[in-house]
């Protein structure tokens, strides 16, 4: 098991952010987190990274309660791509994804084998055409990508990212989704918080729907994105569309 | 793009800025030599130079007394202010981060004057630079704070403006309270900086606190690469976000302040140089320190030696020559910045 949530809790001053969460992120998986907005989906990253203190109960990384693990090498284990990201400095391409080398590397140049994970990252974010542009120079999506090669170049065994989707155009989601799958099966656990819940349901081993800091359902994405439960957390149903594109209405 | 393409791009990337590195080092041994052969008084460079060594005669001893202090400050205190700059800009991401603009030496030069006259920096040769070092603390505290709350670069700059006032306004009370006639006029001093009258004992205490300070700037290189990328993000890279901003603020306040009270409120130096040098260097913080140390000490060199061509009589004062580049420079980066989203 990659990474255990035991029962957390995170406590925003009175407000709950998460209540009482347990899950299991298993290697090979893409397990999708979906929720309405204010569900708690970065709450539950940020919480599982050991970015959030919890108000209760406790997460596990590889076997090893987080709080034991020297933040280097946790860093080494774990990816994680914010929401919104950016490379505030209009740096070259190739310098940002080489950024996502640091815990591997100390304060000299990049080894070979930094410089061979920055190639194959760009190359899989099919952003290998720009790695010499810089930032600011790209649109919004490119930079998207770049930011994802990033956490991918770290190569660690647990890759969170936070909408990755957005920004991306429906060609590149697909390909982003892909993408996660290709991580998944060379053995990396990946979660990913998503608004498209047909993307979801189509590239996802697994679903955790969150509502309110509660996990709702946990399971395929057939059981998790139950009719019954797509009306309580989202309010919508299934609408049936001429071009079957999997669309929904609201209720 | 194949791993050989990106190999040889660093490669050559890197000889590149070792080649620049010594470029720097050569232009600020330069410009300090210069500094140390001009002056007042006109002796050839043999005579200053020999007498630098043996310490006879007139010029031996205008050689070590006068000439070597002010030069080898003029180094340090550009090091201090060009690594400080390049620090800041890199902890804000934003390049209008400055020691002079955020307030830091304002503060730092009334910890000074408060030390200066009130006869606290008579008792130990120490007391000086600590009150320094002190004032620069508190504006550096206070950029701490605003740096963990996420400032933008508008409410950096207000709070820099306020705190510089603050300094300013506390300086000029606690020298009209001081019993010193001549405190008034010497304030001018104080804001405007200068390397006039500077002794030995200055470099003795203003070397190894600014040493330190630049140490500790350029050890968190690493940590404010990874903050390009934001503080989350950072933090699941493994660093350390508060031993990283800890650091830059004591880093800042040690090279700031020494270099505050050795030379007075020195302005621009930091805001001017590692702008210049990003386009030879590249944005990333880590390449960055170490060549706005020596291009700081260039800078501050040439302005030396630019005073004193300019104004022979030794009325122009240091600060009014960085000033006086460096402040139409941040208009021009402030428009540009409006101009970019």
Redesign the interface.
Known sequence: MSVVLNNISVQFGVRPALSGVSARLQPGTVTGIIGPNGAGKTTLL?AA?G?QSLSGGQVEVLGKALADWP??A???T?????QG????????V???VL??R??H?G?G??S?QD??A??DA??RCDA?DF??RRM?ELSAGERARV?FA?ALA?GASVLFADEPAAYLDPSHQLRLMDLLREEARRGTAVAVTLHDLSLAARHCDRILVLQNGRLIADGAPSEALADTTLAEVFRIARAPDSFGLGAFRRL | ???T???M??AER?SRGALWIAALAVLAAGFALASFLIGAADYPASDLLTGLITGKGAAGLIAQEIRLPRAALALIVGAALGGSGAALQGLF?NPLAEPGVTGVTASAGLGAVVAMYFGLAATTPWTLPAFAIAGALVAAAILYALSKSGAGAVALVLAGVAIGSFATALTALALSFSANPYAMSEMVLWMLGSLKDRTLNDVVYALPLSVVGLGLLAST??GL??L???E??A??????VAVVRGRVVVGVALATGAATAAAGAVSFVGLVVPHLLRPLF???PSRLIFPSMLGGAAMVSAADVALRLIAPDGQLLLGVVTALLGAPFFLWLILRLRR?P
């Open positions: 940020r990274l970015l933040r280097a946790l860093a080494r774990m990816a994680y791509l914010p990201g950016e490379a505030r400095w209009p740096m070259p190739e310098e940002v950024l996502g640091l815990p590397r304060f140049k990049p070979l410089k061979l920055v190639a760009l190359e290998g790695a010499r600011d930011l990033r770290n | 793009m194949d791993a393409n990106v190999s791009f660093q890197f991401v290189g690493r690469d990874g390009t990328l934001g989350e993000a933090r699941s890279l493994g660093i350390n590249g944005y990333q970019e």
